[in-house]
């Protein structure tokens, strides 16, 4: 794995602009000891909500990312970026298109040292993700390898994301996943609700990506920071 502004991370927490979040439950997360706070949602996303969220974040120490999903939520001022491509989709507008329009409007300004191509491989059909791009989730073990080839060894993406947003995926397929990576960060997010599945995810991920449980179930996902933690 090649070292960058996010490779030690191990333990991440993701926060949707759009969704709402007391002071209490941010401060939780903000000094639960996770590495990082990454800010982005699938739909909702506007420079408002952004910016107040990262404002609210900033107080803290942690390090805050932003996954850029819309133009209208590219905000300046985080730690790191990164800019997600839609590998399993045959809909080039997700892979490239939105991409080149948003270098198009503010290439000049993008902070390339911390800015990270994010390849993104979404598993999971019933996700909102992979109903707004057309993802095709249902790939099996030779085909999810062959993806990976492609944006580790091909492409020289940074990050792999397998996502499965909202549900918890297959181990079997996500340790496959681990065996082909060599150059790239493997990312893993979706159904991690319990210390159990964080150390599950993370014994094959690089880094485990905690998101939706935090909105129902602050304590356990708070309790996913130990068990990754406790894993290394």
């Not at 209490?24 to 982005?40: K, N, P």
């Not at 900033?58 to 590998?87: I, N, W």
């Not at 990270?116 to 707004?132: C, H, M, P, R, S």
Request: proline share 2%; aromatic share 8%; hydrophobic share 45%.
């Amino acid at each position: 794995m090649v070292d960058n502004w996010f490779s030690a991370w191990r333990h991440v927490f993701k926060l949707d602009p759009d969704k709402e979040l007391s002071d209490e439950a941010l401060d939780a997360l903000c000094m639960s000891g996770t590495d990082a706070i990454l800010i982005g949602g699938s739909s909702g996303v506007t420079f408002e909500n952004t910016v107040d969220l990262m404002s609210r974040v900033r107080r803290y120490e942690v390090d805050c990312a932003l996954e850029v999903s819309t133009l209208d939520g590219a905000v300046p001022g985080f730690d790191g970026y990164f800019v997600p491509l839609v590998l399993n989709t045959d809909k080039a507008e997700w892979i490239i298109g939105k991409q080149i329009e948003g270098l198009r409007e503010y290439g000049t300004f993008v902070p390339w040292e911390e800015t990270a191509a994010q390849g993104y491989i979404i598993l999971n059909e019933d996700a909102t993700a992979a109903k707004v791009t057309g993802a095709n989730a249902s790939l099996n073990e030779e085909e999810l390898v062959a993806h990976i080839r492609m944006a580790d060894r091909l492409m020289r993406l940074p990050v792999i994301y397998i996502e499965y947003s909202g549900r918890f995926g297959d181990m079997k397929l996500l340790k496959s996943a681990r065996k082909a990576v060599q150059h790239a960060s493997l990312f893993y997010g979706g159904g991690i609700d319990s210390g159990e599945k964080a150390k599950l995810a993370a014994e094959h991920a690089h880094t485990i990506v905690v998101g939706n449980i935090i909105y129902s179930d602050l304590e356990a996902a708070l309790s996913t920071v130990q068990a990754v933690k406790s894993a290394q």
